[in-house]
């Protein structure tokens, strides 16, 4: 089945320590995203990438860092400089041409030891 | 950027009744428009979508809205079932941007048998 598979489900993160959240899509998608969502929240964008090699920032991307070498994967880091990464974090894929549906995995819970 | 509320936060119903989530958006530029159902632990799935040259769409049970001269559009459920009850997400474009969405905050609908 085609699809996102987001690894960890849970993740716990010491104070002071970076840590990767895994994202893979067999869609044949070349644009990925990463949000976070909150309790009572919407999603939020972290990064998005378009194309392999290339990415930018969303809306609240300070205190993460994201890569994209490979067109399946896109791994998001919490580094240390998140203060507060507490949160459930989304992975999400689309087709770039044009508005089209994007597709979530089913995410990673982060948090604090 | 975009801006996008949606109202109500909660909505309890009961099972065989309509159910009704509004939202409203800031940028007049914005084209798409889709919605998203949301379990308890998974990621988001899309439900049915919208764009700025439609006035209306329906899937079985599910109907979208869109007024774009007053910038809101709204998710219809008729004959709700317990299985409805769920997180929904309205989300828009930013403008002319392809997939970077702003999501609403999010309806716990809740459909009692």
């Known amino acids: 089945d085609g699809g996102i598979t987001q690894s960890p489900k849970y993740l716990f993160r010491k104070e002071g320590q970076n840590v990767t959240l895994s994202c893979e899509q067999n869609?044949?998608?070349?644009?990925m995203y990463w949000y976070r969502q909150d309790p009572g929240q919407g999603l939020r964008l972290i990064y998005y990438?378009?194309?392999?090699?290339?990415?930018q920032k969303g809306d609240i991307a300070e205190g993460y860092s994201v890569s994209r070498e490979k067109k399946e994967s896109f791994p998001l880091t919490v580094t240390s400089a998140q203060k507060n990464p507490t949160a459930f974090y989304l992975c999400?894929?689309?087709?770039?041409?044009?508005?089209?549906?994007?597709?979530f995995g089913d995410g990673t819970r982060l948090s604090i030891l | 950027g975009e801006n996008v509320e949606q109202h109500p936060s909660t909505l309890s119903v009961q099972e065989g009744d309509s159910a009704v989530i509004k939202c409203t958006y800031s940028?007049?530029?914005?084209?798409?428009f889709p919605w998203y159902k949301q379990e308890l632990g998974k990621g988001p799935q899309l439900i049915i979508d919208?764009?700025?040259?439609?006035g209306e769409k329906k899937d079985q049970r599910i109907a979208v809205t869109l007024n774009k001269t007053a910038k809101h559009f709204s998710l219809h459920i008729t004959e709700t079932q317990p299985e409805d009850s769920a997180v929904y997400f309205c989300?828009?474009?930013?403008?002319?941007?392809?997939?970077?969405?702003?999501f609403g905050q999010g309806t716990i609908l809740t459909v009692h048998p």
């Open positions: 999400a894929s689309s087709i770039v041409e044009g508005n089209q549906p994007q597709h």
């Open positions: 869609l044949n998608h070349d644009a």
């Open positions: 940028d007049s530029a914005s084209n798409y």
């Open positions: 919208i764009r700025s040259n439609v």
């Open positions: 989300a828009a474009t930013y403008g002319t941007s392809y997939g970077k969405l702003t």
């Open positions: 990438s378009q194309i392999v090699n290339d990415f």
